[in-house]
Antibody, heavy 122, light 108 residues
Framework: QVQLVESGGGVVQPGRSLRLSCVASGFTFSNYGMHWVRQAPGKGLEWVTVISDDGHDQYYADSVKGRFTISRDNSKKTLYLQMNSLRAEDTAVYYC???????????????WGQGTLVTVSS | SYELTQPPSVSVSPGQTARITCSGNGLPEKYAYWYQQKSGQAPVLVIYEDSKRPSGIPEKFSGSNSGTMATLTISGAQVEDEADYYCFSTASRGYQWVFGGGTKLTVL
């Protein structure tokens, strides 16, 4: 049974940094691409970034490009999201999600964590 | 940037068929995926690769993709199907993933 547990959310001032983590279990982590998806309060889902199974390829939404960095440690079955230069509009619940395909270009999430809330406010 | 367009809301009576559409220029070449999100919960995948159902998803959920429009169909919708539904796909040039704006399904 796939389990994804996010952590690291909290309240942070504009311009500061925060790192989110997502610990995976119940599947072979190193075989799957992984996504981060966010949802601002009362708003829809927004795809943020994805990383390939081996960590070599990363892709970002324009809204976070140059500020956020996705990474992974397959030995620890852990996904990360380093968020720099945070803005008020980055306030959202951040979900970690497993891709649905094995060892190919990521396609779409098929399993999600419960999310961690990031609030950017002075 | 690539966009997927959904109606903000759809309303049906219990037992009726609900259809939620998603339009995008890349859909003739790329798969559509559908997620259900109930209030306060994480999203759940209900349709992948246009028309396939993950294990555990009831047969009432079906999907299709024709031309530039994908459609999620919920047959015999019930109150428990009330949720926000999101389509998801990639741009035809690849490497750009996007959600539709979401559709709130009301069953009453």
């Amino acid at each position: 049974q796939v389990q994804l547990v996010e952590s690291g959310g909290g309240v942070v001032q504009p311009g500061r940094s925060l790192r989110l983590s997502c610990v995976a279990s119940g599947f072979t982590f190193s075989n799957y691409g992984m996504h981060w998806v966010r949802q601002a309060p009362g708003k829809g889902l927004e795809w943020v970034t994805v990383i390939s199974d081996d960590g070599h390829d990363q892709y970002y939404a324009d809204s976070v490009k140059g500020r956020f960095t996705i990474s992974r440690d397959n030995s620890k079955k852990t996904l990360y999201l380093q968020m720099n230069s945070l803005r008020a509009e980055d306030t959202a619940v951040y979900y970690c999600a497993k891709d649905g395909k094995v060892i190919v270009v990521p396609t779409a999430p098929d399993s999600w964590g419960q999310g961690t809330l990031v609030t950017v406010s002075s | 940037s690539y966009e997927l367009t959904q109606p903000p809301s759809v309303s049906v009576s219990p037992g009726q068929t609900a259809r939620i559409t998603c339009s995008g220029n890349g859909l003739p070449e790329k798969y559509a995926y559908w997620y259900q999100q109930k209030s306060g919960q994480a999203p759940v995948l209900v349709i992948y690769e246009d028309s396939k159902r993950p294990s555990g998803i009831p047969e009432k959920f079906s999907g299709s993709n024709s031309g530039t429009m994908a459609t999620l169909t919920i047959s015999g919708a019930q109150v428990e199907d009330e949720a926000d539904y999101y389509c998801f796909s990639t741009a035809s040039r690849g490497y750009q993933w996007v959600f539709g704006g979401g559709t709130k399904l009301t069953v009453l």
